[in-house]
């Protein structure tokens, strides 16, 4: 019969598959059958896996559809959750009713956090209803929204909304509110959303032509609620204050709008919860007030901040060309907001005074005037820095561009900053840096002091760095700082389902070219080494490619290998346009033998290390020259092989493995063959067919034990073999990612 759907159907991406099943006959029977394995598969920027099905009887358009799908560690884009479930009946597609519910657990959307939500919508056209319940730690909230369709009229009911911010009183819905929609025109009544005193009402209505008129009322809303609309509410910080307001708009079919709005608000104030005395940021008596018609607009601003500061401030828009017209006067004795706008800085202090008149137009602003700030101090605590004595200007040239002069204190040394900026993004912009035994970091891992002179320039293509850093001084170590010790994966390892970071916005694009000279008090601990550095590296950088450098790195002192400490006698780093982090090795560390030493005084052994940093090859080499065994033995252990007995033996063979497959595979063989130990390096299947170095031995004429640790790749495997008879034996395998045995039978052809 036509519309009758009949057959099979497979897809498959990956592991992800998905059955369509329809079964012959009069009427549709139809089985959709999922089993995503991973998201991703399907859907660019996501994953996680689903599971469900869904079955489709009848004859179209009266069709019932009725099924589910469950989902796990579900993330496309930003958002993400981790449990979710989603039913869904509807009994005929031809007159739309039914119901959808969806379960979900830790959920993060629209940076919320949600330990639970639960969606709800059941009804038909005539009679239908929505219900949300969300848990969450910053937010959570219901709702129950009613309504029913007539012709192309729908109307409304929103009888819940309930919302209750993290640390705050809950907000309820005073009254039901109305809402309804037909053919283009809108209209929601009052909305009064209230927690005691504080008082929050909108009311919209829209006609089908577009014409819009809007209104609001604030009363005692608390400031507080705006902070952590902000986005800081986990910050410990504390908001005191209230605002009021009330509004009226109209926006005609065109886009203008007209009307006029107002928030005020007595006093109020921000501070950390642990120093309520010293605000962050105070005011009284703050006014902000807004008339607008087509032809002209204006904003006003008022306050008194932080005891005898002030902010007065006059905008106003006028014409077609939107002329641009006003002034902006600020004086502050504190500076402690500037902690709210980063988390960089803190203990601000300073003076800042501004005059600024407004030109121009609303697209190509024309400014006059100038600011001042001085007094500046202030700390940087993840560079360990205290900037004291700090003062800049800032004033117009030419109402397109202007100057900025400034210096900062840190430690014994001064930084200057000189240049001029245009209004505008696309405005071009050139500041210089200098400096003389600046601080750059006083930290227990790194203390840091240098010279910069550097000319930052921004146009429309980007950013551009160029000059020069001179390195007075730097005691570093490596193992300390942010990070010390994490290992970069090598370029071989492909990682499966791996978690997808969130989309960051565009950066702006940056190139440099700065030539680092690291002088000659430049002190590097960590990773075996310590030593200093020296030479000069002219490192550059270009958007979309990897950031290299030109130059020769010396590298003197000690590096401690297979538990000796080695001098360095030859240690370069070479970049020839390479990446800065694989530059060309050319380095030799020596080990003085021990005058007792079964040979003469004066002799070494050490390494070559030549190649990459990322694929370094070591050499072993010996003065005199002797076999490449005893020369590691010599290395480990300050004796020759033949004197090396038990657990030295062990070390001697795991610096073989150090060495990589081929060389390390011959001195291996060699090293067991003389310490009575089966040693090698090859394939391991149980290690995933990589290289792995193993040690075994028979201890007895049947058992044999062996060890193998992966050489490029993590992983490790003990093995067991007995040999039950000539033809027969039985083996077991313990490796990191799973456990076997087997009974084996070999013939000999």
Request: hydrophobic residues 40%; contains cysteine.
């Amino acid at each position: 019969p036509s519309k009758v759907v009949d057959g099979k159907l497979a897809l498959n991406a990956g592991q992800s598959h998905v059955q369509i099943d329809a079964k012959p006959g009069n009427r549709n029977d139809i089985q959709l059958t999922l089993s995503v394995a991973s998201l991703g598969d399907w859907l660019p920027a996501s994953g996680g896996q689903l599971d469900g099905g869904f079955r489709v009887q009848g004859l179209w358009p009266s069709l019932s559809v009725n099924g589910h799908v469950r989902g796990k560690s579900l993330v496309w884009q930003q958002q993400k959750a981790d449990q979710l479930l989603l039913v869904v009946g509807v009994p005929d597609t031809s007159h739309p009713a039914g119901k959808l519910e969806l379960d979900t657990t830790s959920v993060q959307a629209g940076g919320l956090a949600f330990q639970k939500v639960n969606l709800l919508a059941e009804g038909s056209q005539a009679t239908h209803q929505l219900k949300l319940d969300a848990q969450g730690q910053q937010l959570s909230a219901q709702l129950i929204l009613r309504g029913g369709l007539k012709g192309s009229a729908w109307n409304g009911t929103l009888s819940t909304l309930n919302l209750r911010p993290q640390g705050m009183p809950e907000w309820r819905l005073q009254q039901p509110a109305k809402l309804a929609w037909n053919n283009g025109a809108a209209s929601l009544s009052e909305l009064c959303l209230t927690a005691g005193d504080p008082l929050l009402c909108v009311a919209a209505k829209q006609d089908k032509g577009g014409n819009l008129d809007a209104s609001y009322r604030l009363h005692a809303l608390p400031l507080a609620l705006l902070v952590d609309a902000a986005g800081i509410a986990n910050v410990p910080m504390r908001a005191d204050g209230k605002l009021d307001g009330n509004g009226k708009l109209h926006r005609n079919a065109a886009g203008a709008l007209s009307g006029n709005a107002s928030i005020t608000s007595a006093h109020g104030s921000i501070t950390y919860t642990d120093h309520p005395s010293q605000p962050l940021l105070s005011y009284d008596d703050l006014a902000v007030n807004a008339t607008l018609a087509p032809a002209s607009q204006q904003i006003q601003a008022h306050a008194k901040l932080d005891g005898d500061g002030r902010l007065d401030g006059q905008i106003n828009i006028t014409g077609k060309q939107q002329a641009l017209g006003g002034q902006i006067e600020l004086h502050l004795n504190q500076l402690g907001f500037v902690e709210l706008l980063t988390d960089t800085v803190a203990d601000v202090k300073g003076k800042l005074d501004g005059s600024f008149q407004l030109g121009g137009t609303l697209a190509q602003p024309a400014i006059t005037g100038n600011a001042t700030l001085d007094g500046f101090a202030a700390e940087v605590p993840d560079a360990g820095l205290k900037l004291v004595k700090g003062h800049m200007t800032v004033q117009t040239t030419d109402a397109k561009q202007f100057r900025i002069d400034g210096s900062v204190q840190s430690g014994e040394g001064t930084l200057t900053v000189a240049g001029t900026a245009g209004i505008g993004t696309a405005a071009p912009t050139s500041i210089t840096l200098k400096g003389s035994r600046f601080t750059a970091a006083d930290i227990p891992a790194a203390k840091v002091v240098i010279s910069p002179d550097l000319v930052v320039k921004q146009d429309a293509a980007g950013i551009n760095v160029g000059g020069g850093v001179s390195i007075d001084s730097a005691d570093v170590n490596v193992e300390k700082l942010p990070g010390g010790g994490a290992s970069q994966a090598s370029p071989d390892v492909v990682i499966v389902d791996q978690p997808q970071q969130p989309t960051a916005s565009t950066p702006v694009p940056i190139t440099a070219s700065v030539k680092v000279d690291l002088g000659h008090r430049t002190h590097v601990v960590g990773l075996g080494l310590n030593g200093r550095l020296g030479g000069v590296l002219t490192v550059n950088d270009r958007p979309g490619r990897a950031t290299t450098g030109q130059g020769q790195v010396s590298v003197s002192g000690t590096y401690k290998a297979y538990g000796q400490n080695l001098h360095i006698e030859r240690g370069q780093l070479l970049f020839a346009s390479t990446p800065v982090d694989n530059p060309g090795l050319n380095i030799k560390a020596v080990r003085k033998l021990n005058p007792n030493a079964t040979i003469d005084e004066g002799q070494e052994v050490g390494l070559l290390i030549t190649g990459t940093a990322r694929r370094p090859v070591l050499t072993v080499f010996s003065n005199p020259v002797m076999e490449q065994s005893d020369a590691l033995s010599y290395l480990v252990t300050g004796k020759p092989l033949s004197q090396v007995k038990g657990g030295e033996g062990n070390m001697v063979g795991a610096a073989a493995q150090a060495l990589g497959s081929a060389t390390g595979d011959l001195l291996a063989k060699s090293i067991g063959a003389k310490t009575g130990l089966d040693m090698g390096v090859s394939s391991n299947d149980a290690l995933g067919g990589s290289a792995a170095f193993t040690v075994g031995k028979y201890l007895s004429p049947r058992l044999y034990l062996s060890y193998g640790v992966g050489l490029f790749d993590p992983g490790q495997v003990i093995t067991l073999r007995f040999r039950l008879s000539h033809r027969w034996n039985f083996e077991a395998e313990n490796a990191t990612d799973f456990s076997r045995a087997s009974f084996n039978y070999r013939i000999e052809k």
